[in-house]
């Protein structure tokens, strides 16, 4: 074998053994996501209907491609795992669209790229759950927006404020985008919002940028009235059953929250011995905290990785010895604030690594 192809191989194969012992699946956009020649913001795009087809974004001739894709198809068939037809999908005012893989719209490659390899481990009803989920298109996304902005189709003013979705780039009123009979159904109550999605045909996600967070936040769905109807009658049914399973559920929370911490004072203060004992403390237990996001609730924090640990007290000194949350607060960028305080938070660190 020519030696590029044992590389290509090897490099092929090394990225769809990570994607299915990750997911117990692995697809073609997992493999070449997992190469580095494929940019999850680019999948991104052609799902949206940004690119019209997959190949122009991956990095690689055409030879390449296709020659990683045998590869891939050798490599699953040798596994014995088992191959399964997926539909990509992508919405649009017209309907569902069929999102095209391949330069040449060729059938047979398109049957490929589509075809994703699923490991036995995976159960029978989880494999059907999965397929159910992936044969999906993405709901559409509907910004709530910062500025005023026009209607791309009707010319109409969308206020400051209120919904518009963007199509190509281009801001569209809920009536052009065919949105405009569904109804606003705000983040906050999660039976609630699984239920009214469940029985609504059609939902939108909400989204608002948040400039001090620096990403699109989740402010609620849009559903059809009659689904979220359905919903409602359903959660005054079984309200109190719920109640009774919140409050279970937050003891054993509280309870598992008490344990982590302690596991962490113990693991920082050996990584970090010059850290004075209050401040492990309430390292600890703030990074401990559930649902909010931080290191600590993440895989890698949960197993305490010296290395998550180590970004959670990065973050403490920013926030607790520097002068950063002042200069976020008078307008200086996340980026730009954080050079500032780089010296003074190394030096911290070094203190209380020894
Ligand atoms: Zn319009």
């Known amino acids: 074998?020519?030696?590029?192809?044992?590389?290509?191989?090897?490099?092929?194969?090394?990225?769809?053994?990570?994607?299915?012992?990750?997911?117990?699946?692995?697809?073609?956009?997992?493999?070449?996501?997992?190469?580095?020649?494929?940019?999850?913001?680019?999948?991104?795009?052609?799902?949206?209907?940004?690119?019209?087809?997959?190949?122009?974004?991956?990095?690689?001739?055409?030879?390449?491609?296709?020659?990683?894709?045998?590869?891939?198809?050798?490599?699953?068939?040798?596994?014995?795992?088992?191959?399964?037809?997926?539909?990509?999908?992508?919405?649009?005012r017209a309907g569902t669209v069929a999102l095209q893989f391949s330069k040449s719209g060729d059938p047979g490659i398109e049957r490929n790229y589509r075809t994703h390899y699923v490991s036995p481990a995976l159960s029978e009803k989880k494999q059907q759950r999965l397929e159910e989920k992936l044969n999906q298109p993405p709901k559409p996304v509907v910004f709530q927006n910062l500025h005023e902005a026009q209607c791309s189709e009707c010319g109409a003013?969308?206020?400051?404020?209120?919904?518009?979705?963007?199509?190509?780039?281009?801001?569209?009123?809920?009536?052009?985008?065919?949105?405009?009979?569904?109804?606003?159904?705000p983040s906050g109550d999660t039976a609630l919002t699984r239920r009214a999605s469940k029985y609504s045909g059609r939902v939108a996600v909400v989204v608002r940028f948040s400039r001090s967070r620096g990403r699109y936040e989740r402010q609620g769905i849009l559903v059809e009235t009659a689904g979220l109807e359905k919903a409602e009658r359903e959660c005054l049914e079984d309200a109190d059953e719920r109640a009774v399973a919140r409050a279970r559920g937050a003891e054993r929370r509280r309870k598992q929250d008490v344990e982590l911490a302690?596991?962490?004072?113990?693991?920082?203060?050996?990584?970090?011995?010059?850290?004075?004992?209050?401040?492990?403390?309430?390292?600890?237990?703030?990074?401990?905290?559930?649902?909010?996001?931080?290191?600590?609730?993440?895989?890698?924090?949960?197993?305490?990785?010296?290395?998550?640990?180590?970004?959670?007290?990065?973050?403490?000194?920013?926030?607790?010895?520097?002068?950063?949350?002042?200069?976020?607060?008078?307008?200086?960028?996340?980026?730009?604030?954080?050079q500032r305080i780089a010296d003074r938070v190394e030096e911290i660190l070094a203190r209380w690594q020894k």
């Not at 209120?162 to 606003?184: H, I, K, N, V």
């Not at 004075?276 to 924090?301: C, D, F, K, L, Y």
């Open 157 to 185: 003013e969308i206020e400051q404020g209120s919904f518009l979705s963007m199509e190509l780039e281009q801001p569209l009123c809920l009536q052009c985008a065919r949105l405009d009979d569904l109804e606003f159904l």
């Open 262 to 338: 302690a596991q962490m004072m113990k693991q920082i203060a050996m990584l970090f011995p010059g850290c004075p004992a209050s401040e492990v403390a309430v390292i600890a237990g703030h990074t401990a905290q559930r649902g909010s996001g931080r290191v600590g609730r993440t895989e890698a924090g949960r197993n305490l990785q010296e290395s998550a640990l180590t970004l959670a007290v990065v973050a403490a000194i920013r926030h607790r010895h520097t002068q950063y949350d002042e200069l976020l607060a008078s307008g200086v960028d996340r980026v730009t604030a954080r």
């Open 1 to 92: 074998m020519h030696p590029n192809q044992s590389k290509l191989e090897s490099r092929v194969h090394r990225a769809a053994e990570a994607a299915l012992s990750r997911q117990l699946y692995v697809s073609a956009i997992d493999v070449f996501c997992g190469m580095g020649l494929l940019a999850p913001a680019q999948v991104d795009s052609w799902r949206k209907g940004r690119v019209d087809f997959l190949e122009r974004v991956i990095q690689g001739n055409l030879k390449k491609i296709s020659s990683s894709m045998a590869i891939f198809r050798r490599w699953a068939n040798e596994k014995c795992l088992k191959p399964s037809e997926t539909h990509y999908m992508r919405r649009s």
